[in-house]
């Protein structure tokens, strides 16, 4: 007759309840509490809503006309738990914070991350997001997938037959990391396709380099429209989400991006994320983290959550002023900075 220990129960009990349920764990570690992570969202927002300090971008004229007071403070963590306070609805163009996005996907497209190094650069410059100078000093001329040069290479490398599909890729993608359906901001394309001569110039420097990968202008066109993607702060966050955990979206549990590329994005996000600032920025917040004039900026704790401010008024560099305050905030009160909390 056998009989069964209670220890040998347990164990069985273990190692069944293992295989269940380790197929669907998330890649999510160690987050803070439900009370912790509301209580930080709440208290940035309240800290920083007053700081007037910068204003919405205008060299694209629409960007003007987007209401200057919006403040939108979003956490998604990595098990796809959601906390938010202020305008996290608000539709606003994402701008540059789609480059590393973008550059994710023509990781996947090669499979390979050595097409970034190789096509495009992973330099940081310490110059401004749209500099000409950055292309003539650095040798790859592309510079780097987050400053606009090396987005303009980014989308001409994504597999595209025509200019419909290599915008059409970018936006499915973006929606797969969002989960949420997203839509053009037709206003903002229209005034920066007007005004965009510097990224027309950007366009033909690559061209004339040889670091271009599809006809210059229709990247430099495609590129426009995916600056010009409406996300809120929320989705944003969701996306943002996605890449702290591992690639998989913690909303749809689908895998967006194989697992390999996140830490390369993310490397690129800790040294190049806020352009000429990045260095100031990895010393006080230390997350990767990418801005856009739009006055959005998503920062990721790998394992954890995404963190996002929202917030039109920018600084000199492009930076969304309250954003950053609110980020950098939130990474102090958690001890999440990625180089150790120093405590
Ligand atoms: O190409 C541009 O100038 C804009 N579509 C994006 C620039 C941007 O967001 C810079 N970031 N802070």
Redesign the pocket.
């Known amino acids: 007759m056998t009989q069964t220990y209670p220890l040998q129960a347990a164990w069985r009990f273990v190692l069944i309840a293992t295989l269940i349920v380790v197929p669907f764990a998330t890649h999510a570690q160690n987050i803070p509490s439900a009370q912790v992570l509301s209580r930080v969202v709440q208290e940035a927002h309240a800290k920083f809503k007053d700081v007037k300090d910068g204003a919405p971008a205008d ?2 004229p629409e960007l003007a006309k987007v209401p200057a007071e919006l403040f939108g403070v979003a956490i998604v963590t990595a098990r796809g738990d959601v906390y938010t306070v202020g305008d996290v609805d608000y539709a606003f163009t994402i ?3 789609s480059k590393p996005f973008t550059a994710a996907l023509v990781m996947q497209d090669y499979g390979s991350a050595n097409v970034i190094l190789e096509k495009i650069g992973v330099e940081p410059t310490g110059q401004k ?2 500099s000409i100078l950055a292309t003539q000093i650095i040798p790859q001329v592309s510079v780097n997938p987050l400053v ?1 040069s090396g ?1 303009i290479a980014s989308v001409s490398l994504v597999k595209a037959k025509n200019k419909e599909e290599r915008f059409e890729r970018i936006m499915q993608f973006f929606e797969r990391l969002a989960a949420d359906k997203l839509t053009v901001i037709e206003d903002v394309y229209q005034s ?1 396709a007007a005004t ?1 001569q ?2 027309r110039a950007h366009g033909y420097i690559l061209f004339a380099s040889d670091r271009i990968y599809s006809e210059p202008m229709e990247a430099v066109d495609v ?2 429209r995916q ?1 010009s993607i409406g996300v809120s702060a929320k989705q944003l966050a969701v996306m943002g989400a996605t890449l702290a955990n591992s690639g998989v979206n913690p909303i749809t549990n689908q895998r967006v991006l194989e697992s390999k590329y996140v830490p390369k994005t993310l490397a690129l996000m800790m040294t190049a994320g806020f ?1 000429n600032e990045s260095g100031l920025w990895a010393f006080t917040a230390g997350l990767p983290a990418k ?4 006055g959005g900026i998503v920062a990721v704790v790998p394992g954890k959550m995404a963190i996002v401010g929202f917030s039109p008024r ?1 600084n000199d ?3 969304s002023v309250r954003a950053m305050k609110a980020i950098e905030y939130i990474s102090d009160q958690l001890g999440v900075n990625v180089f150790g909390s120093g405590r």
């Open positions: 060299y694209i701008q540059s914070v997001f749209n606009n987005a920066e965009n510097r990224n590129y426009t600056c352009y801005t856009g004039v739009g920018v560099a492009g930076n």
